[in-house]
């Protein structure tokens, strides 16, 4: 057992995962990427990640240099080869090797066994605080590595005692910087339809909670937060965390709502069983 | 001679220079740069570029390892070392490696020599086209490393037969991916104040062209654009090139105006005598 990773056709140690100072995303951010995590094991609707993975590149005029195929047998084999306690694998594709921004070569392709973040227990019981933030992702519906208003904000966010930012703009609300976001109204749940990344782990709630509540994908105002029931977030690694406070403003008087509780129960008994 | 970089302390071939794939430049885009030219030899204004970089890091919560006085020294060795007609020098700041937003570790710091793009004489005797696109860049001040938009649109660039694009956004003309953008109104000449880069070049122009011409620093409306008498672009790298045309509108009939050569030739003989 040890770390390895994959890079442009091979299985190497991750020490030897090194890419030249000439490529593309160190230089110019050209890079997209996606995160697939696994439950009992098994990698978990992989075949979204990778689908949206190659439509991020396509938007983005790049292209995955092996089949969706490859790179779930890869993906089999470096969690199976790693010694990693939850296996989550991260893709990376970046704009490869070049000087000049028309004159683009082949893409580097990375895969990377990891170890899945944790969340502190607690948190699940409890929920945490959003603190909204105007803010318009670039391309939101591409999963670009640009993470930087995430970055020049952590301060703001720590300062705050947050556990995530909450971005709206012109549309209204949008999504946080790694998750998406949903609001009960009522038995109501919503959550914004455009202008974010459609996870992989939302698309499924959307789904899975359509048997027990009404669900609505539309946009959402700023107003609107003042009057919210419950209200949650879902991520791949994080899953379905209730949020009890955005900015000053306690939802559901600080407490997980039962809503809250029955859609984490729906979410737990799908992945249970996946 | 041979092809040098600067990496973490080491300068090293330029084939030894590679970085790590859990870099957050490379998994978040979390870098900045700058890039540095010469005129005769001798960088021109360089400590403006370790200036900007420093400025740039700070704003991202980051800092530069070494001192200015060490980057300078560096990049002359650099420079010296290297076969290079005109030497340039590209300096890439990143966050270090590190997989969680919240841990930063030590940045990775690179120094890379390359050879100065050069353009077809024939644009700076007929000028160029410029598309309008809107957009806003996202940290306008900051030269981070996205450029995902100027990739994004490359394509569209090409069809249109265009130079450059001219971001334009709810301030105004702001800026083009990699140059800033001059307009002479009459004898006055017009470039963004704010949300844009304060580029090297551009600010060097403001100074010298108020010697002969009355200069405003302000926001310019995408309506005024059509009144223009003539136009340029600044860069490092493209000094000054006059634009002949924005979208279907030709600026001076389609010639380099008088006013747009004098800006030519006074900063050729300021480069010219540094």
Do not use: W
């Amino acid at each position: 057992m040890k770390n390895l990773c994959y890079l442009n056709g091979e299985i190497k140690s991750i020490n030897d995962g090194v890419i030249g100072i000439s490529d593309l995303a160190l230089q110019r951010g050209y890079g997209v990427f996606d995160f697939g995590r696994t439950y009992n094991g098994k990698l978990f609707h992989f075949d979204d990640n990778i689908e949206r993975l190659r439509r991020s590149a396509s938007e983005l005029h790049l292209s995955l240099p092996i089949s969706k195929h490859e790179i779930h047998e890869i993906a089999d084999q470096l969690i199976e080869e790693s010694d990693l306690e939850t296996p989550s694998v991260r893709l990376i594709l970046t704009g490869g090797y070049s000087y000049s921004i028309p004159v683009l070569k082949r893409p580097n392709f990375i895969i990377i066994p990891e170890e899945l973040p944790t969340y502190p227990i607690e948190i699940y019981d409890r929920g945490v605080k959003l603190i909204t933030v105007e803010y318009q992702r670039e391309l939101p519906h591409v999963k670009s590595i640009n993470y930087l208003n995430a970055f020049r904000l952590e301060p703001l966010r720590r300062e705050k005692n947050a556990f995530e930012l909450l971005y709206h703009s012109q549309h209204g609300v949008t999504e946080c910087p790694r998750s998406n976001f949903f609001a009960f109204l009522g038995n109501t749940l919503v959550t914004p339809s455009e202008y974010v990344l459609h996870g992989i782990t939302r698309n499924l709630i959307i789904k899975l909670a359509a048997n027990q509540f009404q669900v609505e994908e539309r946009m959402l105002s700023v107003e609107e937060l003042h009057n919210v029931d419950e209200a949650f977030i879902t991520a791949t690694s994080k899953r379905v965390i209730p949020i009890s406070k955005i900015d000053n403003t306690e939802i559901n008087n600080g407490s997980v709502g039962h809503r809250t509780k029955a859609i984490m129960r729906i979410f737990d008994e799908y992945t249970e069983e996946y």
